[in-house]
């Protein structure tokens, strides 16, 4: 018995060091940081209080709220974050669904076309980023095409709606291929079922591909959301930390102006504030998933058992 336990401790043991290095790594670089960027959203620290900052409580969260004197572009910030995802997030899985339902179709040289769209997906940011900047320029690609003449990353109508195709294309690639591989792991009998009942494309679409993907529209829909909260980094390269375009200041990159000016409490308080609004949406969104799950079970059962009917009367 002492052998086992020996032996048991040993693999453990064995299994302990090698997830130690990136056990480090997170409470170094993750857990520590998000513990002291807690503390000091309830303190006035900046680069005027290193070693002399107080405890305020909740103070610079209520100002982020209610003082529009010191923080004018806070509920701004908001709406425009909002804005972007509601252009990007449906955009995203409306695309990867059609998409990837016509290379789930059996088509020609598929491979070619998943290559195709996933090239992006595996550039480099930066590069994309400098790449459409040219494009988009008054004297780029895109107005040569259409013999215009706009200025689109400066002009508060067309700028947050560039940012927004920017990441759609960016996108498209990673989740058709995640949708993609969700729609080959749908029952075939379910498509047989349906043609049993004389459904046709868009109805063996609507009513079986589009629930047996639902896993992955949640995981799209929570992803999009975290990432479109934390947009920024791309306004950052293209306007570097201040631009006078509204129109694409969203929260992260109002986070980023208060970090670059030293005020570190602010900034602390606007991430916690993030990390709330996208725990809140997540477990809204897990919670509609529990009930679409339930509903998904009764359909594939009724689905079945009217197939084994027709089976039936056929024989």
């Known amino acids: 018995?002492?052998?086992?336990?020996?032996?048991?401790?040993?693999?453990?043991?064995?299994?302990y060091a090698f997830i130690l290095p990136l056990l480090l790594y997170f409470l170094v670089f993750q857990l520590a940081p998000m513990l002291i960027a807690m503390f000091m959203s309830f303190?006035?620290?900046?680069?005027?209080?290193?070693?002399?900052?107080?405890?305020?409580?909740?103070?610079?969260?209520?100002?982020?709220?209610t003082n529009s004197a010191k923080y004018p572009r806070f509920w701004s910030s908001l709406k425009t974050t909002f804005l972007y995802i509601l252009l990007t997030v449906p955009a995203n899985i409306i695309l990867a669904l059609v998409v990837s339902s016509l290379l789930n179709s059996k088509i020609k040289c598929e491979k070619f076309?998943?290559?195709?769209?996933?090239?992006?997906?595996v550039t480099v940011g930066v590069a994309i980023m400098v790449m459409w900047k040219q494009m988009l320029a008054p004297d780029g690609l895109i107005n040569q095409i259409f013999s215009t003449n706009v200025d689109f990353l400066n002009n508060e109508a067309t700028a947050l709606v560039m940012f927004a195709l920017m990441s759609i294309w960016g996108g498209l690639g990673y989740n058709v291929l995640i949708m993609l591989s969700a729609m080959k792991n749908i029952d075939p009998s379910l498509y047989e079922a349906a043609e049993?009942?004389?459904?046709g494309a868009v109805q063996k679409f609507l009513y079986v591909t589009v629930p047996g993907v639902m896993p992955t529209v949640l995981f799209f829909l929570v992803t999009g959301l975290i990432g479109g909260f934390q947009v920024g980094e791309q306004m950052l390269i293209i306007y570097g930390d201040s631009t006078e375009i509204s129109?694409?200041?969203?929260?992260?990159?109002?986070?980023?102006?208060y970090m670059s000016n030293n005020e570190f409490a602010t900034a602390s308080a606007m991430s916690y504030f993030l990390f709330a609004i996208i725990l809140v949406i997540t477990l809204v969104q897990f919670r509609i998933q529990n009930g679409r799950s339930e509903t998904m079970k009764k359909l594939?059962?009724?689905?079945?058992?009217?197939?084994?009917?027709?089976?039936v009367e056929t024989v």
């Open 1 to 15: 018995m002492k052998a086992q336990t020996k032996q048991k401790l040993k693999k453990n043991a064995v299994g």
């Open 196 to 199: 049993i009942d004389g459904a």
């Open 247 to 257: 129109s694409i200041y969203t929260y992260v990159y109002g986070l980023y102006y």
């Open 113 to 121: 076309f998943k290559t195709i769209f996933y090239i992006p997906s």
């Open 43 to 65: 303190t006035n620290y900046s680069i005027d209080h290193l070693f002399d900052y107080t405890f305020v409580g909740f103070k610079n969260y209520i100002e982020l709220f």
């Open 300 to 311: 594939i059962g009724k689905i079945k058992k009217s197939k084994g009917e027709k089976k």
